[in-house]
């Protein structure tokens, strides 16, 4: 069975400071993709961050990078220079490109930003 | 449509009543996905087509829940009898699914909330 387990419920932190949400994983999966989506308040879920389970390198955009630990299974996001924008739900999610590509989110963490 | 659609937003009605949500994904994307969002939990896996098949509805809770995709595009998912239970944001997700290997990612709607009374 997959899962995706986000041990934060939530999490605050000072704009312009940076802050980084943890996400573990279990697959016995060898190839798959593992995610970040950010939900704000509006519903609508947005890609943050994407990361193919074969790249070593960490994916990078802009403020928001991972650290990737395939041998941990560990997925964390961390998110520079937090801005009042980024307050929102943030779910890792796990997706395979095997078998029916079944995507399984954690139950996410709460970021809220202060000024 | 540039994005994927769903209709209603909202949707609120009496428990025992049947109730259908309508998709309306990406053009040209082949995998269709639904999810259920209950307050403050994390979308959970309700049934992933590709195509016009139901590659897996293993997360359908129950007989009550049904969905289709007759033509390969806009989805409907259908709740039979429904209970206060079923109470929840239904999101519906697109990907542009390839063998060859592709992004992975998925573009959601903005969801319809459902509340049973």
């Known amino acids: 069975a997959q899962t995706v387990t986000q041990s934060q419920p939530e999490m605050s932190v000072q704009e312009a400071e940076t802050v980084t949400l943890s996400c573990t994983y279990d697959t016995s999966e060898n190839n798959y993709y593992l995610f970040w989506y950010k939900q704000p308040p509006s519903r609508q879920m947005i890609l943050v961050i994407r990361q193919e389970a074969y790249k070593q390198q960490n994916a990078t955009e802009n403020r928001f990078s991972v650290n990737f630990q395939k041998a941990a299974k560990s997925f964390s996001l961390k998110i520079s220079d937090s801005q009042l924008g980024d307050t929102a739900m943030y779910f890792c999610a796990l997706g395979t490109t095997s078998g029916t590509y079944k995507y399984i989110f954690g139950t996410g963490t709460r970021l809220k930003v202060l000024a | 449509g540039a994005g994927v659609s769903q209709t209603p937003s909202n949707k609120v009605t009496e428990k025992g009543k049947y109730v259908e949500l309508r998709c309306d994904p990406i053009?040209?994307?082949?995998?269709l996905y639904w999810y259920r969002q209950s307050l403050g939990q994390g979308p959970e896996f309700l049934i992933y087509?590709?195509?016009?098949?139901?590659?897996?509805d293993s997360g359908l809770p129950n007989d009550r829940f049904f969905a289709v995709r007759p033509e390969g595009s806009v989805s409907t998912l259908k709740i039979q009898r429904t209970e206060r239970g079923d109470s929840a944001v239904y999101l519906c997700a697109s990907s542009l699914i390839s063998l060859a290997g592709g992004t992975g990612e998925l573009f959601f709607g903005e969801g319809s909330r459902l509340t049973v009374l």
């Open positions: 053009s040209g994307h082949t995998a």
């Open positions: 087509f590709q195509g016009t098949g139901a590659a897996d």
